[in-house]
């Protein structure tokens, strides 16, 4: 086994694509350990060679499907057993869901893989976690978030409206751990508009995600690097950030009250003590 003492442990999930991939590939060759989590086990496999290849030593792998609370749980329990100590956390699983899709847990699809799964995970891990990132949008701004009704958007369902308010809940999420738990600096970004692998479900969506002027992966992973690496006395706990600077996100995800209220609806979502 490789000597890896010094080395930060790197968690990344949504790691076999996009930009969950390329901030892997940037974290492995500036010597962190890499561990990642993904849902389709042949991509994590090629993943895992990327990385690889680019950093000269295999990243751990851990499949698990957001979609399935209970994965969620198993991935926690191994992670806690592999890992004394998670550096940084980097929550980046997401999806855009083009239809309504109520998953085995009773939620909305989105609403659950985006921001349920890493809310779960988070809470999990939290005496393990050093640091916080977590994969938002902009499109928080055309979200409708009701923190007493997670499903909300299963009504009249538009699948933009459903993804922008799980980032809505995302950003939410992250400014309340940041409360909750100050011994852990928390992070929420926004990586720009990135050519992923997004909506493939959709050929048109593919379609524009390969001919439109969106960003490479590399380039909507960068503030997700850099917020892993910055020393959190540079940085705003809690904050929202967007290519490298602090913004501000609109009022319905930066009111605390809201945040603790979508705390305590998701931790009975999912099992937990508020």
Partial sequence: ??????????????????????????????????????RDPARLQAAGDRVRDAAGVRPELFRADFAVLDDVRRLAEQLRAAYDRIDVLANNAGAIVLQPVTTIDGYELSMQANHLAPFLLSNLLRDRIGRLVVTASDAHRSGALDPDDLNSALRRYRPF??????????????????????????????????????????????????????????????????????????????GYYADRKLHRPRARASDPRLAARLWATSAEAVGLDG
């Fill in 1 to 38: 086994m490789e000597d890896l003492t010094g080395r930060r442990t790197v968690v990344v999930t949504g790691a076999s694509s996009g930009i969950g991939l390329a901030a892997a590939v940037a974290l492995a060759t500036r010597g962190d350990q890499l561990v990642l989590v993904g």
């Fill in 161 to 238: 409206r459903a993804y922008g308010t799980s980032k809505q809940a995302n950003i939410l999420f992250t400014a309340e751990a940041a409360r909750r738990w100050p011994e852990v600096p928390a992070y929420s970004f926004h990586p720009g508009v990135v050519r992923t692998r997004f909506g493939n479900e959709s050929r048109l969506v593919a379609l524009g995600m390969r001919l439109l002027p969106f960003r490479s992966p590399e380039k909507g992973a960068e503030t997700l690097v850099w917020l892993a690496d910055q020393d959190p006395s540079r940085l705003v706990t809690g």
